[in-house]
């Protein structure tokens, strides 16, 4: 069996290293142009040249979780495409979504400013019950978030496209339950693919919903920065209708050193980073993944290039 390793922005060695002890039997090597037709690559981000010169590939590996650079290309229809399946994300993404929320609403700000002055001040403490987190998405990284916030006593909401239960969370389900789950929401965390249908979601009309309509929402972005319409959140922030925002994710990355965002005080940015891939596990869940579509059984993780997820 031959694996073949395409990275952009990321040294393959490691990774062929680390999937030739995974799969001592395979031959594994970094492409370069010319280089033999492979059963299985390892890719992110990799280019249509890369594509075309591998006509015949069985599974593509993407060593993310989101797909949507991957199906900008032109693929092969039989080719699979695999995505990371947590393989250590979701814990990381519980962090770094619990810390940006806990932040706003014990307004560590707000502290962190009154202790650079020596100030020893308190606020009125907030409650719980009027800061309900909405979720959107809910798979394998976004249900891991809406428990864990749920472990904070916060009301937790959740929207998917196809209905769920999950104990401890309010369930909203499509298109026609989307301004319920924003009106009943006050933090919206974006945990959504990038698709068709989800690209532009973060507008001016969707974010002026949250909490019933009132000023006070607070978006945390840390799925793809193509979710929210840039242009939209300067102006809800400054007119007081969103209290703040966290995010990840940018259309243009790395944010271009004069971007608003940057220097915008109710905005914290962070460098697309709230879930890391972790080599060692993602190398051993891809190698166990090539392994069990070689005995000829289902995996998980497999996309729906119709879905975009
Ligand atoms: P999953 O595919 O496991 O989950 C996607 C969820 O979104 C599912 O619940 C799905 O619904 C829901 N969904 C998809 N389309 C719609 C829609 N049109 N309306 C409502 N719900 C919809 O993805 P992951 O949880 O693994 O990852 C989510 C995203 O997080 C990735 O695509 C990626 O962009 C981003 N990400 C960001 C990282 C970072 O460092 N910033 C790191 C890793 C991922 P259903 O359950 O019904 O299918
Ligand atoms: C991913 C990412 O999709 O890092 O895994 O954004």
Redesign the pocket.
């Known amino acids: 069996m031959r694996i073949t390793v395409c990275l952009t922005q990321t040294r393959p060695e490691p990774w062929v290293e680390g999937l030739r002890a995974a799969l001592p039997d395979a031959d594994i090597q970094a492409w370069e142009p010319g280089a033999p037709q492979a059963d299985h690559a390892v890719v992110w981000a990799p280019p249509q040249d890369f594509i075309d010169a591998q006509p015949g590939l069985r599974g593509l590996f993407n060593i993310?979780?989101?797909v949507?650079a991957l199906l900008q290309l032109k693929l092969p229809p039989e080719t699979q495409v695999v995505r990371l399946d947590d393989a250590g994300?979701s814990v990381q993404m519980a962090e770094y979504v619990c810390h940006a929320l806990i932040r706003h609403f014990r307004e560590f700000d707000f502290y962190e400013a009154e202790a650079r002055e020596g100030r020893w001040a308190f606020r009125k403490p907030r409650e719980r019950a009027d800061f309900a987190v909405g979720v959107m998405?809910?798979?394998?990284?976004?249900e891991r978030v809406a428990r864990a916030i749920g472990q904070f006593e916060f009301p937790v909401n959740g929207?998917?496209?196809?209905p769920?239960a999950v104990e401890g969370l309010r369930c909203f389900a499509g298109e026609a339950a989307f301004d319920d789950f924003l009106g009943a929401s006050r933090v919206l965390v974006n945990?959504?693919?990038?698709?068709e249908?989800?690209r532009g979601i973060l507008n001016s009309r969707n974010l002026s919903r949250l909490n019933q309509g009132e000023p006070g929402g607070y978006l945390i972005n840390?799925?793809?920065g193509a979710h929210l319409v840039e242009a939209d959140l300067i102006p809800l922030l400054d007119s007081g209708q969103l209290a703040g925002a966290t995010l990840?994710?940018f259309e243009v990355e790395p944010l271009p050193a004069d971007h608003p965002f940057w220097r915008h005080p109710k905005i914290t940015v962070t460098p697309?980073?709230?879930?890391r891939t972790m080599r060692e596990a993602s190398i051993a869940q891809i190698a166990g993944k090539i392994r069990a579509i070689e005995r000829g059984e289902p995996v998980a993780g497999v996309v729906d290039p119709k879905r975009g997820?």
């Open positions: 993310g979780a989101g949507d994300m998405g809910l798979g394998v990284l976004g929207w998917s496209r196809s769920k945990l959504l693919p990038l698709t249908a989800t840390v799925a793809r990840d994710v697309h980073g709230s879930a997820y």
